[in-house]
Structure formats: C-alpha cells, structure tokens
C-alpha cells in the first residue's frame, strides 16, 4: 500500500519533527491536531488542521479532536471495497493511509506521587485509542505507528518504493492492539487501586510482557523456551540485567539466578552467595564482599561447582581470586571493578557474568509472584516478611545469648529460601550446613549435619533454623547431638511442648516466630 496520507497526533514528540520531515519528502500530505499539529508548523512543515478536515474546531479542553466521520471514515475504509470507496467520495472523505499515535502520559501520571484522581483521569486517552484500534483494524489498507521507536524502519521500507508491506502492517497492528490493551489495562488497575476497598486480587488478570530472550532450551534439551519481562515490572530484578561476558543462558540459568538475587536481596551488609538448582549452598557476611565469598565457597566447597554466585556490593579482585580454579555458570554483582571484570572474561571463558542490581529499597510495595500449574496460574503477594526481633518467643528455660540470636537472624533468613523441608545450620557469618526438599524433616536435619561433615566443617556450636515446625522431637534431637546450641522455628506442632521439652532436656535454647516460610 501506498502512503499518500498520513494522520498524525502525539503526546511524545521525540523524533516527530524528523519523521514528519522524511513522510513530507517523501510526497506524503500530513494532517495533524493541537500541539503537534503547532510544533510542525513552527518547524516549517506543511500541516493540515484536523479542524480543517472535520468542519469542527478542537473542543471540550481538546476532549474532542478527531472523533468525527470524516477521520474515522478516511482510516476505516477498505480500499477493496467499492461500496466503501464511493461512501468516500459521496461525503468528500480523504483516505487516510497511515496513522501516527502516540497516547496521553496516564501510566507516567499515575506513577507521580500526589496525582489527584481528576489529574489521572484526563490523562485517560479516548481519541488516540480510537485512531489506534480503527487503523490496526483495517491493518489490510492502513498502517498504524504507535511508538517513536519505530520511525526508522517504517521510513527505511518507505524509501524503498513508498509502500508498507502486508507483514509490515500485520505486525504494526499486532503492537498497536498490544499497546491499547496495556494502556486500558493500567487504567483499569488504577481505577481498582483507588476504590476505599481495593480487591488485592481481581477477578481478572491481564498481564503485559514481552520477550526478552529466546534461551538455548527449557529445563532439558527437548524443550523450548523464552524469557518475557513484566512491561510494567520494576528494573530490578531479571528484567533489568545486563551481560557482561560468556555464553547464551537456558531456562535452568534464569531459574536459579532468581533464587540466588532474591536471596542475596535479604542482606543489608557485604553478602556473598551460592545456589544450586535453587537452593542455597553457600551464604555468608563479611566485612568485605571478598571476605564473604571465601566464606561461601566453604560453606559447600563441592557444590559451588556449576553454581549461580552472587555479591551485593561491587565485584573485586578478592572475589575473583577467591573463585580462582572454580567453574561457575553465573556470577552477577551490581558492578564490577574494571580489573576483576578484566580477569574474569580472561579466565573464565564459559562462565556468564552479569551485572544486576541489589538494592532491595527498589522493589514495589507489594511485589506478587506468578507460578503456572496445568490449566490455570498461580498469584500470590511475595514473601517479604521480615524477622521482629522483638516479637520473637522464647519457649526454652534457657533464653538465646546476643552472638546466638544474631546467628538464628541469619540462619533465618537463609531457610527463608530453602525449599521445604529446610533445615539451615550456622554461625553469625556462614552457612555451614543445609538440608533441602525431604519428604520429611528429620531428613533434612540430618542431611544438614552430613553436609557439614562430609566438607569439613564442624557442627558444635551452630545454630538451627527450620523453615516449619518440628513434627517430632527426632529433627531437634538430630541438630541437637551434632552440636547445635540455639533453634528458630515457626512453632506451632500439636507436640510443642514436647519439642520444647527435647530442647531443655539438651541445653537448648530455642525461640518461635509465628512465621513459617514454605518454600515449593
């Protein structure tokens, strides 16, 4: 299809000077509204009013511009339809064969803190989403461009023989449906926000991404799989990674990078980790994040082959050297220094280095979690429950001293993204042993201790967190005769009181926290 005419109306003016200039030279007759309409006209290109088109001057505050048959005529109109033709010419309807939109500022607006409801609503577009939709729904005849983005490569095919392909077309309308449907689902989520009771949950969900990567594969070699940004999700996190070096990522990649941020995202001091199929194996703090990367590694020196690594400050030499002969598939930091970046796409080759943000103050109020299961989604708020040092219980005779409730406070944290069953042991600094994912707890208090062992740590003298109550005195007892001197957990258990009695029968003092943290 030849472009003949061209209707254009933006709130975003980047590059619509430019563009316009390139459609003008290119023997394209443009007509145009308000203030883009004044900006070309200052910029010395021909404009046509809408106003001289309709008959009708802008009215209502600007509320009413281009809703009127000789516009939406022009865009509807199939051009393989003689009926429509004549209905055209009938009335004096121009063909209108591009569309130029780009809608008012609401997201931006309702993001402003102290916007007013009345602010918001006239910030809600009725006559661009209207152009939008009619020009993507004759996609067959007219092209619509909704974004400044796309400028360059409508001009390039322009330029070829002053058309715009069907494929090209398609796809345009494809991301102008795509863009009306976010533009009308942040509305509708504003609107539910500011109800005096807002439903956390709505009885619809729409959400908007778009891919980011195609990965190598999906969790084994016979699937595929692709990597989709939340369009309105905050940069931290995944979506607002930045590679560095190495290889391509797969799907197993992304899964345990997630673990492993949002776990290193619980510490506020210098903190390294280590997460393997996403559960962690090594977690430390120090006063350097080179000092507690070599307290990671030793917290499991064997399963940090092949893991995900992660530091919360910038990334050093020290870190580097401490990982030296170590193959890991990911290491990501906020920043690297220039001479450890240097070092590390020197000598390791395969390993994929990123830079991520840590900063925790950067996540939304209320940040949700989206799993799917066979036939349907799961949503569920994230599990950003802090531990109150002052609302924790203490049930043993025995009360924890200050050096153990700071390491029962780490050791917390780290169980908090352990998959259950988790049984975590540590001191104030380190992990030292984890058991994961038993189908029952006492598995998983004496795989904690075999852990330890089998990798030379000693277990007299740590401490225990348990994700969920203890069942049955057999978990603590396990914890307790390797050397164990403290435990935190949930409570809750029909056999409390006989836990706590377990507890003081062996000198041990335990708190509860009311909290459990489920990890599937």
């Not at 890991?328 to 000598?347: C, G, H, N, Q, S």
Request: proline share 5%; hydrophobic share 45%; charged share 25%.
């Amino acid at each position: 299809m030849k472009i003949r005419r061209a209707l254009v109306s933006v709130h975003d003016k980047t590059g619509i000077v430019d563009f316009v200039r390139a459609l003008t030279g290119l023997g394209v007759e443009i007509v145009s509204t308000g203030g883009t309409a004044k900006l070309l006209r200052e910029s010395g290109l021909p404009v046509i009013e809408v106003s001289e088109v309709t008959g009708f001057p802008e009215m209502l505050d600007g509320r009413v511009k281009t809703l009127h048959p000789k516009i939406h005529g022009g865009i509807l109109a199939r051009r393989d339809v003689p009926e429509h033709l004549a209905a055209l010419a009938k009335h004096g309807i121009a063909p209108i064969d591009l569309v130029v939109s780009g809608l008012y500022p609401f997201e931006q607006t309702v993001a402003r803190p102290g916007v007013t409801r009345p602010e918001a609503i006239e910030q809600i577009d009725v006559g661009g989403p209207a152009m939008i939709r009619a020009a993507a729904k004759n996609h067959g005849s007219v092209a619509v461009v909704t974004a400044p983005s796309q400028y360059r490569a409508i001009l390039d095919e322009l330029r070829g023989d002053g058309g715009l392909g069907d494929a090209t077309r398609a796809r345009l309308a494809q991301e102008a449906f795509r863009r009306t449907a976010e533009y009308d689902a942040a509305i509708a989520a504003y609107l539910g926000s500011a109800d005096s009771a807002p439903d956390p949950w709505p009885a619809g969900l729409r959400l908007e991404n778009e891919r980011v990567l195609s990965l190598r594969y999906g969790e084994n070699s016979h699937q595929t799989a692709a990597f989709y940004r939340q369009v309105d999700a905050p940069t931290i996190g995944l979506g607002g990674m930045k590679q560095l070096h190495g290889p391509e990522l797969g799907y197993n990649n992304l899964l345990d990078l997630s673990a492993a941020l949002s776990l290193l995202l619980e510490f506020a001091e210098p903190a390294a980790v280590v997460i393997k199929h996403t559960n962690p194996c090594g977690a430390a703090v120090g006063d350097t994040v080179g000092a507690a990367m070599v307290r990671a590694k030793a917290s499991d020196p064997v399963s940090i082959y092949g893991g995900i690594v992660g530091v919360n400050r910038t990334l050093d030499r020290a870190v580097v050297e401490a990982l030296a002969g170590i193959f890991v598939e990911i290491l990501f930091a906020p920043a690297y220094a220039a001479d450890a970046l240097e070092e590390l796409k020197r000598t390791k080759k395969k390993c994929r280095v990123f830079e991520v943000g840590c900063d925790r103050t950067a996540l939304p109020a209320r940040p949700v979690e989206y799993r799917s299961v066979l036939g349907g989604l799961l949503a569920q708020s994230a599990d950003q429950a802090d531990l109150d040092p002052a609302e924790l219980r203490t049930v043993t005779k025995r009360a924890p001293t200050p050096a153990e409730l700071e390491a029962l406070r780490f050791a917390w944290r780290v169980a908090k993204h352990t998959k259950s069953n988790a049984i975590v042991l540590s001191t104030r600094e380190q992990v030292i042993g984890v058991g994961a994912g038993q189908m029952n707890r006492v598995d998983s208090a004496r795989l904690a201790v075999m852990r330890a062992r089998e990798v030379g740590l000693g277990t007299a003298g740590t401490v225990c967190a348990s994700d969920a109550f203890f069942p049955f005195r057999d978990g603590l007892d396990v914890v307790a005769l390797a050397g164990a001197t403290a435990v935190i957990q949930p409570g809750g258990s029909l056999r409390d009181d006989e836990i706590i009695a377990a507890a003081d029968e062996r000198g041990v003092a335990m708190v509860f926290t009311g909290i459990r943290h489920f990890r599937h």
